[in-house]
């Protein structure tokens, strides 16, 4: 090869170029790379072109490596070249790689630049300007204003021609805001109390009972959760639980119940744990639990690319940040600069780098971080004790292990004689003393070995018994010889495996201080009659008869080690709490990334803010550590023109079914403009005003007629405002998922009010088939939705049926469908069939008349007495059902049937 | 206007929609819709081989494997899944004839489904960036192993709604809860009415699901009568609430909903009555043998449904494919589990017409590597594997692509899976650029920046 490079002249060259070279850049590259196209900037149809190279450098540097095929990016995609066509490549390059005719070489195409001039329309775009706290506009109709928002929504509507709806009556509104602000109907005692007070404030009254319920933070937590992408385990590919998601689901529930301020809520979920403790010394608990918001997002444990997956982590991150507060789409400048919002693939990276220098994991490895809410000394006295406590067990079993292997070890050998005998006493009925008499075995193996064989249950049966049970007869000792030889080389590589360990293990317990290698567990889907006939069945031991294999000295050793066992058992220190959250990590010098590929990397991507959002206020550099505190403060600033803005949206929307920008998580150009541009700078303004109180939010929009409007529909509203952008009147909306299941246990008084905690067992995930996957039911649980816990990879089917949405992205806003497998929920489940019978069973033993039972129906279901044609109409329902199906049915099957009625109805599930 | 304005506006002037307009109405999520052209396929059939079958041992016969046999891997090893370094080469444990007039080769594995083989499209060159099976799985379902995106049934009903109401348009039988479990069928952004109804899973046995294959599907209490009783009330109700409530389709629609819901529930469990076929059927799919009873459920159920004109079905056989040890044994129990079921699903197609219009796909989420791991097994191989088309506008007794010579990579005319899903969606009628969703201020597709139809294939 280098004598060929060496003895080229110059013309020999171009001929070698033209008869080899620019073929292969013809037929195989120039579709793409051409001066047209010029995919990743590389333009392979001229002298010129080439010499400039593409986003990734020179094109003779990396011309060997791509077609080659062993890096990641691999050129042609549409297959490899031929061996000869890349030797020629090869030769070229080493040749000097001249393209005849190039004249000097040219610059190579500038790479991305950390900045770019905005324009005019960028810089002006509004969700980037300023808050400005705009005058409440005059209206000519002063009467309807009640709160300042009226003024907005009236002068609108006015200047339209509009009229505002006619207010909605008392007990629709009490529905209405009961279900907004704690997502459950209210009970029949508030519906009575609310009806009675005539005083003018009886709904402000009812407004300060609801904010103040435990339950508004359970209902408004749910909806931040939503923005949250929150879930109990990592979805994707493994599944595994984050075991204390929990905890920040009950911060978040806690932090609305408390008003807590909204720009230290986003403070704490970016950067809690750098902040100070409420009291000087401790540990701040709250904070460290607040970043459960960086780290309980979907991801891929199982990716053997390691780099690829942090990096996935960190853009879902950036991804969750910027959505979610910022309202901005960041993560599509991952491989470009965005393509609709002055976004630059500097500014992505820039925000990357904040989280690459975050620390997720426990180790290098795919061990997700749990951090303890314990000082350092206390918790490591925990595990230091528990390690103890897993040394000893093991010790135990390892003592154990080897005198049940001596015992296996003796029967091994007669394996398939054990087949063949017990096939005599179950297919031959034979006695199982006898055979054994005869053969020499041990009967009580042979029994066990009958057991296991014999079956008569298809469905039970284990299918590596299949050839067994085919087995012609004559065939059948080829056959049991055939499983033992099996058996007997999974146990030779079982063997080796546990020698292993056991060597590695015993080391490690000589010199006290290594923590034991974890124990080989022999997965059943590897060999299931090895699994069965090794730990379950015929040759296993089972406690009891342990004792019986052990000599005496080892049984007194074991005694001993099962007393210290219980000693340190005994004195174990308490659990300490842990929580799935974020710390800080060790220095990464992050680069932008060319086209998103960290094999390509491009200039330095200090940590930075995206520049557009930071050109009014520069913020300082920011000089060590992951730079999430700093984006904490900077995003918690009253001068931020979007947190504000974002966050007032999204209580808006909580009202009114829509945001002022229908699109709660993108304020960028595709996403909607403002129906109330200065509304939404007024609320924002006052929300900083007022301290960053949610709480004060609500109370300024419920209290204003422009909720309190009827969601009656007229006709001219048709025609002038048919989407209801003016908010001529209130938007009729479905009730969520949570509010249908918490509002019916609510109904028919079974819900279970305890706040907190977990219900989901265990740490890790499960075997791939295993039905422990699947999350639990909502219908079997009583406590509210909120604290059912969910399994990304496999959400509840009522979820799925409802819009829950899927957890794992950012959703301000849940699309709402209305399909039939909804309406079969509603005809045919036990939850729907349980609840109504409850109701039921209720009215019919508290209320005598039928008349004061449907009109209790009516409260407890729709919360309101129903008009005289519906108490006709109910009432000749119960009669004529028992009448028509008197055979079968009763009077209570007639009333369950009503109940069910009412719960399906649409008065039920739209909320007016 | 949007559409609901729309349709309000329409409601306002016309009274209640009736009951076949709500199945075209532009509010139904399911209403039929035009792909972009004329389809050659109507519907799907994914046969899913769950834990990767070895294309090296089944339709991608390689020479050099054999007499390179114990042979050091001649090439630097791609990313693997696998933490000890390779083993040497290791060569097929079948051996491969040719069938059929095409004389396309199927190893021995597959004797049954070799007789078929004039109608199915071999392509030996898929492409995949997933070497673990749940970023694999997610990349062949949905496009993505790293983002949460529509699954490509989703997207298919997304595309063409569906022609049955009584059923969803959108089956899978016995997914696997793994390795994305439901994000495998699920309609993550598009609107849920798209998600796949999933019939069991992976671990239930067929005897567990068909009780109540569907949930919520069947009313326990009530006979027909009595629940028609029962629901008349109930529209009365919503129909005097709905006068009350002028200009708002939304009420109207859901009381269409309840009405396709009672439908639903007396039409659709006679679609999962397997057992009402002829025994002479059932035979066919290997239902009267042990070994072949459940799989072969699986398939003939897919049939009754593609019948039935559900869009989308697909088949799991179970994770039972992932031989990194004893390759011999477990690849031959699977494969005789799936070959007589599979074969008879393509014959029973084809004989009812079926198999025109119809595309099926038998495919795992990656092959397995031509080195051996621990002597009797083989690691995943998403760099150049095998899947098959039949049926629906591709070629038949057509082979397409290849892997070099020991099986490692695809050289030649890579499918990539998001070639692979550009062609699915050609079949179906769709530019992959133009089925598009807008999600967060951006257009979502399929194949997301990428995907070229293999035009080869088309018949």
């Known amino acids: 090869m280098m004598l060929a490079a060496q003895a080229f002249a110059q013309d020999q060259k171009d001929e070698f170029f033209e008869k080899k070279i620019r073929p292969i850049f013809a037929t195989s590259c120039a579709g793409c790379h051409n001066a047209k196209l010029k995919v990743a900037g590389l333009d392979l149809t001229s002298a010129e072109g080439f010499a400039r190279g593409g986003q990734s450098g020179p094109a003779a540097s990396k011309l060997l490596g791509v077609t080659s095929y062993d890096e990641t990016l691999k050129m042609p995609p549409t297959g490899k070249l031929k061996d000869e066509q890349l030797a020629d490549l090869r030769t070229w390059v080493q040749s000097g790689a001249t393209w005849p005719g190039a004249t000097a070489t040219t610059q190579a195409e500038p790479r991305p630049k950390n900045s770019r001039e905005f324009t005019d329309a960028e810089k002006k775009f509004w969700a980037f300007q300023p808050v400005q706290k705009p005058a409440v506009p005059a209206t000519k109709d002063r009467s309807w204003i009640r709160t300042p928002v009226d003024n907005f929504i009236l002068a609108k509507l006015e200047e339209k021609g509009l009229r505002p709806a006619a207010p909605a009556d008392k007990l629709t509104l009490l529905r209405r805001v009961t279900f907004d602000l704690t997502g459950l109907p209210p009970t029949e005692e508030e519906v009575k109390s609310f009806i009675a007070d005539h005083s003018p404030k009886a709904y402000e009254k009812v407004i300060d009972r609801l904010l103040a319920s435990p339950r508004y933070g359970e209902q408004w937590g749910r909806h931040w959760l939503d923005v949250a992408r929150y879930a109990d385990s990592t979805g994707n590919d493994e599944d595994h639980r984050y075991p204390y998601a929990w905890r920040y689901r009950d911060y978040v529930i806690e932090a609305f119940n408390n008003d807590l301020p909204y720009d230290q809520f986003v403070r704490e979920q970016i950067a809690g744990d750098l902040l100070p403790a409420a009291h000087q010394g401790e540990l701040n608990r709250r904070g460290i639990v607040a970043t459960g918001f960086l780290a309980l997002g979907a991801k891929a444990l199982a990716q053997k690319d390691r780099t690829k997956m942090f990096y996935d982590v960190y853009d879902e991150q950036v991804d969750v940040v910027s959505r979610a507060m910022m309202g901005v789409t960041l993560a599509c400048a991952r491989c470009h600069d965005h393509k609709f919002d002055p976004l630059l693939t500097k500014d992505y990276y820039s925000m990357i780098a904040i989280f690459a220098n975050t620390r997720d994991f426990a180790s290098k490895g795919s061990k997700l971080l749990f951090r303890p809410l314990v000082p350092k000394e206390d918790y490591e006295r925990y595990t230091q004790h528990q390690e103890m406590v897993n040394r000893k067990t093991l010790e135990i079993e390892d003592i154990t292990d080897e005198q049940v292997d001596k015992y296996t070890s003796s029967l091994v050998p007669h394996l398939a004689e054990y087949m063949l005998a017990a096939r005599r006493v179950y297919a031959d009925n034979a006695d199982t003393a006898v055979v054994a008499k005869e053969t020499g075995l041990r009967e009580d193996v042979l029994k066990r070995w009958v057991k296991y064989l014999k079956t008569n249950d298809k469905a039970a049966a284990d299918p590596s018994l299949d050839e067994w049970r085919a087995a012609a007869p004559e065939k059948l000792a080829d056959v049991a010889k055939a499983y033992q030889q099996r058996y007997e080389a999974e146990r030779v590589d079982w063997t080796k495996k546990m020698d292993k360990w056991r060597a590695r293990f015993r080391k490690m317990t000589a010199e006290k201080n290594m923590p034991p290698p974890p124990k080989p567990k022999f997965e059943m889907e590897k060999d299931p009659f090895f699994f069965a006939v090794t730990f379950r069945g015929p040759f296993s031991v089972g406690k009891a008869d342990r004792d019986k294999l052990m000599p005496e000295e080892t049984k007194t050793r074991l005694a001993q080690l099962q007393t210290e066992l219980k000693t340190l058992k005994d004195t174990m220190p308490p659990e300490p709490d842990m929580a799935c959250a974020v710390e800080e990590g060790d220095p990464v010098d992050q680069k932008v990334f060319i086209r998103g590929d960290y094999n390509s990397p491009g200039p330095d991507a200090p940590k930075a803010f995206p520049l557009i959002m930071t050109r009014y206020d520069q913020p300082p550099a920011i000089e060590k550590g992951s730079g999430r505190l700093e984006l904490a403060q900077w995003l918690s600033k009253p001068e931020n023109p979007l947190t504000a803005r974002v966050m007032v949206n999204r209580i808006w929307q909580g009202h009114f079914g829509d945001g002022i920008v229908r699109t709660p998580d993108n304020f960028g150009k595709m996403g909607e403009r403002p129906t109330h541009p200065e509304l939404l700078d007024f609320l924002a303004s006052s929300f900083v005003e007022s301290g960053w109180s949610v709480k004060s939010m609500h109370r300024m929009i419920v209290l204003s007629n422009a909720y309190q409007m009827s969601s009656d529909i007229p006709d001219d509203t048709m025609q002038n405002d048919p989407d209801n952008k003016l908010l001529s009147h209130f938007a009729r909306r479905r009730l969520t998922v949570e509010e249908i299941r918490d509002g019916l246990l609510a109904a028919d008084g079974t819900l279970d009010l305890t706040m907190g905690g977990t219900l989901q067992k265990g740490f890790g995930t499960d075997s791939e088939n295993s039905n422990d996957r699947l999350s639990l039911r909502p219908e079997d649980i009583p406590r509210r939705m909120v604290y059912v816990p969910l399994r990304r990879a496999n959400l509840p089917t009522l979820l799925n049926l409802f819009d829950f949405g899927d957890a794992t992205t950012v959703a301000g806003k849940r699309p709402l469908t209305t399909i039939a497998p909804q309406a079969l929920f509603m005809m045919n489940s036990d939850f729907i069939t349980a609840r109504s019978k409850n109701l039921a069973t209720q009215v019919m033993k508290d209320s005598p008349g039928a008349s004061a039972r449907l009109r209790r129906l009516y409260l407890k279901v729709l919360n309101r007495e129903p008009a005289p044609d519906e108490l006709d109409a109910g009432l000749s329902y119960v009669t004529n059902f028992e009448k028509k199906f008197a055979a079968k049915r009763t009077q209570s099957d007639a009333w369950f049937s009503l109940c069910r009625i009412l719960i399906a109805s649409n008065e039920f599930i739209y909320l007016d | ?459």
């Open chain 2, 1 to 459: 206007m949007s559409r609901r304005a729309a349709l309000r506006a329409a409601a306002c002037g016309f009274g209640y929609l009736g009951l076949s307009d709500l199945l075209h109405a532009a509010d139904n999520p399911l209403s039929v819709k035009q792909p972009h052209f004329a389809p050659k396929a109507k519907r799907v059939i994914f046969l899913f081989m769950h834990g990767g079958p070895s294309s090296i041992d089944t339709f991608d016969p390689k020479p050099k494997l054999y007499t390179d046999n114990g042979k050091p891997l001649p090439i630097k090893r791609p990313l693997a899944f696998a933490g000890e370094p390779p083993g040497p080469l290791m060569k097929p444990m079948w051996d491969f004839n040719q069938h059929g007039k095409s004389g396309i080769p199927v190893s021995t594995l597959f004797p049954t489904v070799a007789t078929c083989v004039d109608d199915l499209c071999v392509v030996r060159s898929m492409v995949g960036e997933g070497v673990d099976h749940g970023a694999a799985l997610l990349q062949t379902f949905t496009g993505s192993s790293t983002f949460v995106r529509p699954s490509m049934g989703a997207w298919t009903l997304y595309g063409l709604g569906t022609e049955n109401n009584n059923l969803p348009g959108f089956i899978t039988i016995k997914p696997a809860l793994s390795h994305g479990g439901s994000k495998n069928w699920g309609s993550a952004f598009l609107p849920g009415a798209y998600q796949g109804t999933a019939i069991g899973n992976a671990g239930l046995k067929v005897d567990d699901v068909k009780g109540e294959p569907i949930e919520y599907l069947l009313q326990k209490g009530f006979t027909g009568e009595e629940q028609r009783y029962e629901l008349d009330m109930l529209q009365n109700m919503n129909r005097r609430q709905a006068s009350l409530r002028k200009n708002d389709p939304q009420l109207e629609a859901r009381i269409q909903t309840f009405e396709l819901a009672f439908r639903m529930q007396m039409e659709a469990p006679e679609a999962f009555q397997v057992e009402k076929e002829s025994e002479e059927t059932k035979k066919l799919y290997g239902m009267d043998e042990d070994v072949t009873r459940d799989f072969g459920w699986q398939c003939l159920l897919a049939r009754r449904l593609a019948e039935r004109g559900v869009r989308y079905i697909q088949c799991t056989h179970s994770y039972k494919w992932d031989q990194h040890s004893d390759l011999f044994v477990k690849h031959s129990q699977n494969a005789k589990e799936v070959d007589k079921p599979i074969a008879g699903l393509l014959k029973d197609l084809k004989a009812k017409g079926l198999l025109k219009d119809t595309l099926v796909i038998w495919a795992g989420e990656f092959g397995r590597t031509p080195v051996s791991q621990g002597g009797n097994g083989r690691d995943h191989n998403p760099y150049g594997y095998t899947t098959w088309m039949a049926g629906g506008g591709v070629k038949a007794g057509f082979v397409y692509g290849a892997t070099d010579e020991i099986g490692y990579h695809a050289v030649e005319d890579r499918m990539h899976i998001h070639d692979f899903h550009a062609t699915v969606l050609h079949l179906l009628g769709f530019d992959h650029k133009r089925l598009t969703y807008r999600y967060s201020g951006r257009d979502f597709r399929l194949t997301d920046v990428a995907g070229v139809v293999a035009e080869k294939i088309l018949s």
